[in-house]
């Protein structure tokens, strides 16, 4: 199985940079995702860690190191709409009956920003 | 582009009731979820299917039924609601020949049950 942890909730300040830490313990891994979920709508996708190393997208990075089971997304010059929650989540490496794309998801983290 | 679209996005139902949600996309996915969400829990699966006419049981099955007679249309069917099964339901599909396999997200349905 997997067990992914993140913390409940962040707080931060417009302007400023927060980092979401996300820590996975699996018995195989193929890639890790960042997931964005503002208050009542739909995740959306924000990011995909694959290989070791820093991804960079604009104003968000996620970072991934698979021999630690450890990843985070970067969030810089926080705007008031990237308050919501973000959902990071580990896709197993081996198809379980034939499944394709088994996404295992952490319990999110709620992010907050103050003026 | 409409993306996936899931009917009803309220409900409210009795214990006992059944019920079915619908899941439609247009972006000729072959593989297709449903999920349940609860507070702190995170998503969790409930089905998938791999293919028109192909379903299988995710983490957490019980209580529901899926059919996919249609490769755009996922059904989640509750026979007899619990109020355990008061949650938010999300539908997402996905392409089977991107490396990413990005799974794209319906709006979701509230569905309380008293």
């Known amino acids: 199985g997997q067990n992914i942890d993140q913390p409940t909730e962040m707080t931060a300040t417009e302007g400023a940079i927060v980092q979401i830490n996300c820590t996975y313990q699996?018995?195989?891994?193929?890639?890790l995702f960042w997931y964005q979920q503002h208050a009542g709508e739909a995740p959306t996708f924000l990011s995909y860690n694959v290989l070791d190393g820093l991804e960079e997208k604009g104003r968000f990075s996620s970072f991934l190191s698979r021999s630690k089971g450890y990843s985070y997304l970067l969030l810089k010059e926080l705007q008031m709409k990237d308050s919501a929650s973000y959902l990071c989540a580990v896709r197993d490496r081996l198809p379980r009956n034939n499944a394709g794309n088994m996404l295992t998801f952490g319990g999110g983290t709620r992010l907050m920003v103050k003026p | 582009n409409a993306g996936v679209t899931q009917t009803p996005k309220f409900r409210v139902l009795k214990t006992g009731q059944s019920m079915t949600l619908l899941c439609a996309q247009d972006m000729n996915h072959e593989y297709m979820y449903w999920y349940r969400q609860d507070p702190g829990m995170g998503l969790r699966l409930i089905h998938y299917?791999?293919?028109?006419?192909?379903?299988a049981k995710g983490e957490v099955p019980d209580g529901y039924n899926v059919s996919r007679l249609k490769k755009q249309n996922f059904l989640l069917g509750l026979e007899s609601a619990a109020p355990s099964q008061t949650s938010v339901y999300f539908c997402?599909?996905?392409?089977?020949?991107?490396?990413?396999?990005?799974?794209?997200f319906g709006a979701g349905t509230r569905l309380s049950v008293l």
């Open positions: 997402a599909s996905s392409y089977e020949l991107e490396a990413k396999n990005i799974q794209y």
């Open positions: 699996t018995s195989g891994f193929n890639g």
């Open positions: 299917s791999v293919g028109e006419g192909t379903t």
